[in-house]
């Protein structure tokens, strides 16, 4: 009689377990291409994202500009407070905000693959000392960088066509009001 006790209350929690564990490897397996996808579009190697520690330094290469910092993961209690940082910085390079980055905290897989397999969302690389939108301008998202180009470029006089120097407010030639 204990025998068959054992089959009746194991049987369900192997099944449970063999379900469990299958959910895990089919989320693990999509969150790895979801980062071979993220790496490529950072121009990365898509294939790190399959070596174990080698994905981190990548990632974090990415987010914090050296891939070095992935060891601050080995302090204890400061490790919670590095991932947040740099799921915040991975929206950012993204050219995401702060929801987006709450997405990828709390959400992680389902954001990552957003991120990866939408064609809109683009990596717009950090650059250290300048602000999101300075970082988004010179991607090409605003026309700062063309206007700058206009701006620098040479000037003519609408009347007779001769250059005329940046401070001047007449033609030298004509006279024409610039």
Not at 68 to 89: D, E, G, R, S
Not at 141 to 165: E, H, I, M, R
Request: proline share 5%; with cysteine.
């Amino acid at each position: 009689m204990p025998s068959s006790y054992y089959y009746e209350t194991t049987i369900p929690i192997f099944g449970f377990l063999r379900a469990f564990y299958g959910y895990g490897l089919v989320l693990s397996i999509i969150t790895v291409a979801a980062l071979w996808i993220l790496f490529q579009k950072a121009g990365e190697e898509g294939w790190a994202a399959v070596i174990p520690f080698y994905n981190l330094y990548i990632l974090y290469k990415i987010t914090w500009g050296n891939g070095w910092n992935f060891l601050l993961l080995l302090i204890p209690i400061a490790n919670i407070v590095i991932q947040i940082i740099t799921m915040v910085k991975l929206a950012r390079v993204f050219g995401k905000g702060g929801g987006w980055a709450c997405g990828l905290i709390f959400l992680y897989p389902i954001f990552l693959c957003i991120m990866a397999f939408d064609k809109s969302i683009v990596y717009v690389g950090d650059y250290p000392g300048e602000g999101f939108y300075a970082r988004a301008e010179q991607q090409g998202y605003a026309n700062s960088t063309w206007q700058q180009t206009a701006q620098d470029a040479p000037k003519f006089c609408s009347k007779c066509g001769n250059p005329v120097n940046k401070g001047d407010k007449f033609c030298l030639n004509c006279g024409h009001p610039l």
